[in-house]
């Protein structure tokens, strides 16, 4: 037998390697290659740049969609999220609503939701509790009158009533609201500091100047009525006379407190535009109520270096439903007629309510800039949900493309539209 040269033999087919016999096995030959050809670096950085290309373009076509994905997403969880509070109400026969948070830094954009309920009625700590009240006067264009209250000693426990409670007078359902309290240690809850009782009568004594009474109510009369519309005795500024009327009974309707059954952050990005003001100083009006009403989500002004200062809006806007189901209240900044000064408070809508759902950082942006960087009520990805007043009804609908991108009113209309054909 002729043994092949331990030296390598090239053939046509390829290039073979000898492989030295071992003690196990027979002198084989196998076929294995002894060089192998690599990638240049140009080679490899155009397969580099064709993937970075494909990524890119993936991004931008997926981006979109997971945006919208997120705002569906947010709206879903807000519509449980009220309708949790709306069946909560019908079932426990008592109001319950849902406390929408701004964003500090941000308080024109919601991302936080919280249940609230609302704490029972509240006639003082004995059957003896009652006020005594003095018309302090009445704004001739407003109609708003003033009424001053005093408290008999006692009988009205503190961190309990604040500014924006309601109260009813007599069993009446006419409803004063509280305008101011007596607040000693300024955590905005009514105090026993300060008020002087000089004569040993059971009352706190009448003040020497009409904002020092305990309590300051408010009501909306008509414009142009007159003082002794209400059946309080009525001051007389030019003596710094308060006279007082009898004793009159009362029941406290305190505002919704945020509740520990459970809350609501959105998705990342996601938020409620509340409206506001855009970079030109122009109003925006996204969420909120419909048009025949005077009440506003959009945050107070902040003006740090007034006088005095006015630190940023931290007010939240609760939506409280009835036990019947319907929007009982709607705690936001309302005007008695169109003036520059608002009170927070709660009031029944007139209309729907209605929640922009959009972007955080296309908040209180200025809608006339390129479609680049449009603002929420221009996006179409953005969604609407709509509250029905006498129903408590929630439905979300898609938000339409305007002519004209500051008539918010039309984009609400054809929301409501939406939200009667079946809406989400």
Same mark, same amino acid.
């Given at each position: 037998?002729?043994?092949?040269?331990?030296?390598?033999?090239?053939?046509?087919?390829?290039?073979?390697?000898?492989?030295?016999?071992?003690?196990?096995?027979?002198?084989?030959?196998?076929?294995?290659?002894?060089?192998?050809? *690599?990638?240049?670096?140009?080679?490899?950085?155009?397969?580099?740049?064709?993937?970075?290309?494909?990524?890119?373009?993936?991004?931008?076509?997926?981006?979109?969609?997971?945006?919208?994905?997120?705002?569906?997403?947010?709206?879903?969880?807000?519509?449980?999220?009220?309708?949790?509070?709306?069946?909560?109400?019908?079932?426990?026969?008592?109001?319950?609503?849902?406390?929408?948070?701004?964003?500090?830094?941000?308080?024109?954009?919601?991302?936080?939701?919280?249940?609230?309920?609302?704490?029972?009625?509240?006639?003082?700590?004995?059957?003896?509790?009652?006020?005594?009240?003095?018309? /302090?006067?009445?704004?001739?264009?407003?109609?708003?009158?003033?009424? *001053?209250?005093?408290?008999?000693?006692?009988?009205?426990?503190?961190?309990?009533?604040?500014?924006?409670?309601?109260?009813?007078?007599?069993?009446?359902?006419?409803?004063?609201?509280? /305008?101011?309290?007596?607040?000693?240690?300024?955590?905005?809850?009514?105090? %026993?500091?300060?008020?002087?009782?000089?004569?040993?009568?059971?009352?706190?004594?009448?003040?020497?100047?009409?904002?020092?009474?305990?309590?300051?109510?408010?009501?909306?009369?008509?414009? *142009?009525?007159?003082?002794?519309?209400?059946?309080?005795?009525?001051?007389?500024?030019?003596?710094?006379?308060?006279?007082?009327? %009898?004793?009159?009974?009362? !029941?406290?309707?305190?505002?919704?407190?945020?509740?520990?059954?459970?809350?609501?952050?959105?998705?990342?990005?996601?938020?409620?535009?509340?409206?506001?003001?855009?970079?030109?100083?122009?109003?925006?009006?996204?969420?909120? !109520?419909?048009?025949?009403?005077?009440?506003?989500?959009?945050?107070?002004?902040?003006?740090?270096?007034?006088?005095?200062?006015?630190?940023?809006?931290?007010?939240?806007?609760?939506?409280?439903?009835?036990?019947?189901?319907?929007?009982?209240?709607?705690?936001?900044?309302?005007?008695?007629?169109?003036?520059?000064?608002?009170?927070?408070?709660?009031?029944?809508?007139?209309?729907?309510?209605?929640?922009?759902?959009?972007?955080?950082?296309?908040?209180?942006?200025?809608?006339?800039?390129?479609?680049?960087?449009?603002?929420?009520?221009?996006? /179409?990805?953005?969604?609407?949900?709509?509250?029905?007043?006498?129903?408590?009804?929630?439905?979300?609908?898609?938000?339409?493309?305007?002519?004209?991108?500051?008539?918010?009113?039309?984009?609400?209309?054809?929301?409501? %539209?939406?939200?009667? !054909?079946?809406?989400?």
């Amino acid at each position: 037998m002729t043994h092949m040269p331990r030296s390598t033999v090239a053939e046509a087919a390829g290039r073979l390697c000898y492989v030295p016999p071992c003690a196990a096995a027979p002198r084989q030959a196998c076929r294995l290659p002894c060089s192998r050809r *690599g990638f240049t670096l140009v080679e490899l950085m155009l397969v580099i740049l064709i993937m970075l290309a494909v990524t890119v373009i993936t991004v931008a076509t997926v981006a979109p969609s997971l945006r919208g994905r997120r705002l569906r997403e947010a709206a879903r969880q807000v519509n449980v999220f009220l309708n949790a509070a709306r069946n909560r109400a019908i079932q426990t026969g008592r109001p319950w609503g849902v406390v929408i948070e701004r964003q500090r830094g941000l308080p024109s954009a919601g991302v936080l939701l919280h249940l609230s309920d609302v704490p029972p009625l509240y006639g003082g700590n004995s059957q003896s509790a009652a006020l005594r009240l003095c018309t /302090l006067g009445v704004d001739p264009q407003t109609g708003v009158a003033t009424v *001053g209250a005093t408290v008999n000693l006692g009988q009205l426990s503190p961190r309990l009533v604040r500014p924006g409670d309601v109260v009813y007078l007599n069993a009446h359902s006419q409803e004063y609201l509280v /305008l101011s309290v007596n607040d000693s240690d300024a955590d905005g809850y009514f105090d %026993e500091g300060n008020l002087v009782n000089s004569d040993g009568d059971p009352w706190w004594d009448v003040p020497p100047q009409a904002g020092g009474f305990p309590l300051v109510l408010q009501i909306g009369l008509r414009p *142009g009525s007159s003082p002794t519309v209400l059946p309080w005795p009525v001051a007389d500024p030019r003596t710094a006379s308060f006279p007082l009327s %009898e004793k009159v009974r009362f !029941l406290i309707s305190m505002q919704p407190e945020r509740s520990a059954v459970g809350s609501l952050q959105l998705p990342e990005g996601t938020c409620i535009d509340l409206g506001g003001i855009d970079a030109l100083g122009s109003l925006l009006a996204t969420s909120g !109520l419909d048009q025949g009403d005077l009440g506003t989500f959009r945050p107070r002004p902040a003006n740090p270096s007034g006088s005095p200062p006015v630190p940023e809006d931290v007010s939240p806007v609760v939506i409280l439903f009835s036990p019947n189901g319907g929007v009982e209240r709607v705690y936001c900044w309302w005007w008695d007629t169109i003036t520059p000064t608002a009170t927070w408070q709660g009031r029944p809508p007139l209309g729907p309510v209605y929640l922009l759902i959009g972007q955080r950082d296309k908040v209180n942006r200025d809608i006339t800039r390129p479609p680049g960087q449009q603002s929420n009520l221009e996006d /179409l990805n953005s969604l609407w949900v709509v509250i029905q007043p006498t129903t408590g009804i929630v439905t979300t609908a898609q938000n339409s493309l305007m002519q004209n991108p500051y008539d918010v009113w039309n984009a609400r209309r054809r929301a409501r %539209e939406q939200a009667g !054909l079946g809406g989400r």
